[in-house]
Nanobody, 122 residues
Framework: VQLQASGGGLVQAGGSLRLSCAAVGRTFSNGMGWFRQAPGKEREFVAA????????FYADSVKGRFTISRDDAKITAYLQMNSLKPEDTAVYYC?????????????????WGQGTLVTVSS
């Protein structure tokens, strides 16, 4: 199973980007999520979505600005990011897990994408 993330780039503060994460290969996962890692910092949870019932989960820092969604037919998850801030600058990673429990922990996810860089200029 491979996860292919795309959609990162350079954007001005207040702008928007949409990230995509496509799963390639046969896989079963009950959750997909997005994490990010800024230089010198630990990887942190951003958002996640349950494949069972579509429940969504967000970090407080992105609530109201980011929206996670999925397309089951394409086995793809999306992260719509609006009102971007310079502190959102990071490498964004998508992840999938077969037995996601908390949704917030990196340990819930077995499969990781390669990361896509998001840079927000002030």
């Amino acid at each position: 199973v491979q996860l292919q993330a795309s959609g990162g780039g350079l954007v001005q503060a207040g702008g928007s980007l949409r990230l995509s994460c496509a799963a390639v290969g046969r896989t079963f996962s009950n959750g997909m999520g997005w994490f990010r890692q800024a230089p010198g910092k630990e990887r942190e949870f951003v958002a996640a979505i349950s494949r069972r019932d579509g429940s969504t989960f967000y970090a407080d820092s992105v609530k109201g600005r980011f929206t996670i969604s999925r397309d089951d037919a394409k086995i793809t998850a999306y992260l719509q990011m609006n009102s971007l801030k310079p502190e959102d600058t990071a490498v964004y990673y998508c992840a999938a897990g077969r037995y996601v429990n908390t949704y917030y922990s990196v340990h819930d996810y077995e499969y990781w994408g390669q990361g896509t860089l998001v840079t927000v200029s002030s």
